[in-house]
């Protein structure tokens, strides 16, 4: 794109400004001058663009259907090119790869059209044309346009090998920035999703786990983690808040519970002890020593109450 607007600003520099100056001498010279031509000015300065080593491969071709130059003269591919936008006066612009001497190349193409009246000063008809460039190029060639008419494809040809590369280095750094973003995506997603999401949900998770094994203790309420994910003001931080609250709710119940079941065990052992002590005394052998134990008993007391018994006092006289 560049290089094509480059070569028509040359082509314009020289109709506006090299043209009007030789026009004078044109006639008068012997040899056609052919500097004055626009196609033939920008095809010179490609040409000299063409000496740095880095854009050798390069060419530009103002390929034309009937060329006052030979070298103008448009190929089978070309002229194809320029037979459909003869035909289609939208079509602005085309590119695209082709092989031009054994090479695979990638052109863009854009059509010249005449434009001027001064054009055909040169390419109406042999006669009205400047001697001196029909004794240069002969009669035969560059004659009969019209004014308006698309005559020309400007064409630009570039080595595929560099369109390849470019692409390649663009798809390259594309994918690298790509990478790039995507790792420090994965990276922060993580490091988001394990502070927001599975830290809390692994705490709250332990917790579950300790409350379904009962193993769960009055700190485990009061955790730091725990409170600080409860502090939180997203949707996690308020479902830890819930979570805690019946974390606290059935700790209460568990202990509650368990006191109740250390007191109705003492309750009944106590009733068992009572229904052991009963089993041995409930019997008949049982009464019967009770009995003999309470004879024996009285028979002692009374032993003891003669044994203390005092003598019988004299009679007077």
Same mark, same amino acid.
């Not at 130059?69 to 448009?74: D, I, Q, V």
């Not at 690298?176 to 990276?187: E, N, S, W, Y």
């Not at 955790?223 to 939180?232: D, F, K, N, R, W």
């Not at 003001?233 to 368990?258: N, P, W």
């Given at each position: 794109?560049?290089?094509?607007?480059?070569?028509?600003?040359?082509?314009?520099?020289?109709?506006?400004?090299?043209?009007?100056?030789? =026009? &004078?001498?044109?006639?008068?010279?012997?040899?056609?001058?052919? %500097?004055?031509?626009?196609?033939?000015?920008?095809? %010179?300065?490609?040409?000299? $663009?063409?000496?740095?080593?880095?854009?050798?491969?390069?060419?530009?071709?103002?390929?034309?259907?009937?060329?006052?130059?030979?070298?103008?003269?448009?190929?089978?591919?070309?002229?194809?090119?320029?037979?459909?936008?003869?035909?289609?006066?939208?079509?602005?612009? #085309?590119?695209?790869?082709?092989?031009?001497?054994?090479?695979?190349?990638?052109?863009?193409?854009?059509?010249?059209?005449?434009?001027?009246?001064?054009?055909?000063?040169?390419?109406?008809?042999?006669?009205? =044309?400047?001697?001196?460039?029909?004794?240069?190029?002969?009669?035969?060639?560059?004659?009969?346009?019209?004014?308006?008419?698309?005559?020309?494809?400007?064409?630009?040809?570039?080595?595929?090998?560099?369109?390849?590369?470019?692409?390649?280095?663009?798809?390259?750094?594309?994918?690298?920035?790509?990478?790039?973003?995507?790792?420090?995506?994965?990276?922060?997603?993580?490091?988001?999703?394990?502070?927001?999401?599975?830290?809390?949900?692994?705490?709250?998770?332990?917790?579950?786990?300790?409350?379904?094994?009962?193993?769960?203790?009055?700190? &485990?309420? #009061?955790?730091?983690?725990?409170?600080?994910?409860?502090?939180?003001?997203?949707?996690?931080?308020?479902?830890? *808040?819930?979570?805690?609250?019946? =974390?606290?709710?059935?700790?209460?119940?568990?202990?509650?519970?368990?006191?109740?079941?250390?007191?109705?065990?003492?309750?009944?052992?106590?009733?068992?002890?009572?229904?052991?002590?009963?089993?041995?005394? &409930?019997?008949?052998? $049982?009464? &019967?020593?009770?009995?003999?134990?309470?004879?024996?008993?009285? *028979?002692?007391?009374?032993?003891?109450?003669?044994?203390?018994?005092?003598?019988?006092?004299?009679?007077?006289?």
């Amino acid at each position: 794109m560049l290089l094509i607007q480059t070569m028509n600003s040359v082509r314009d520099y020289t109709s506006n400004h090299i043209n009007p100056l030789l =026009a &004078d001498d044109l006639n008068e010279q012997p040899t056609f001058i052919a %500097e004055t031509v626009p196609a033939f000015s920008a095809r %010179e300065v490609f040409e000299q $663009f063409r000496q740095d080593k880095d854009y050798q491969e390069f060419l530009y071709k103002e390929a034309t259907l009937n060329p006052t130059n030979p070298r103008n003269e448009a190929d089978s591919f070309e002229l194809d090119l320029l037979e459909r936008m003869r035909r289609d006066p939208n079509m602005k612009e #085309e590119s695209g790869f082709r092989t031009l001497s054994g090479r695979p190349v990638y052109f863009i193409a854009r059509p010249l059209a005449v434009t001027s009246p001064s054009c055909l000063a040169c390419h109406d008809t042999p006669e009205t =044309a400047p001697e001196n460039l029909v004794a240069t190029y002969g009669p035969d060639g560059g004659f009969g346009w019209k004014l308006n008419e698309v005559v020309t494809a400007q064409m630009i040809y570039v080595p595929a090998q560099e369109i390849f590369n470019t692409a390649l280095h663009s798809f390259l750094l594309v994918t690298g920035i790509f990478v790039g973003v995507l790792a420090v995506v994965i990276l922060v997603l993580n490091f988001l999703l394990r502070r927001y999401v599975i830290r809390p949900v692994s705490v709250m998770g332990g917790l579950a786990q300790k409350i379904s094994t009962d193993e769960m203790v009055a700190a &485990d309420l #009061e955790s730091e983690e725990l409170t600080v994910i409860a502090g939180q003001a997203d949707e996690l931080g308020q479902l830890a *808040q819930l979570f805690k609250r019946m =974390a606290g709710e059935v700790y209460s119940r568990t202990e509650a519970l368990k006191q109740q079941v250390a007191q109705l065990h003492i309750e009944i052992n106590e009733i068992k002890r009572q229904e052991q002590v009963a089993e041995v005394t &409930d019997n008949d052998f $049982f009464r &019967d020593l009770q009995t003999k134990a309470q004879t024996m008993r009285n *028979q002692r007391r009374r032993r003891a109450g003669k044994e203390t018994e005092p003598d019988d006092p004299p009679e007077q006289e």
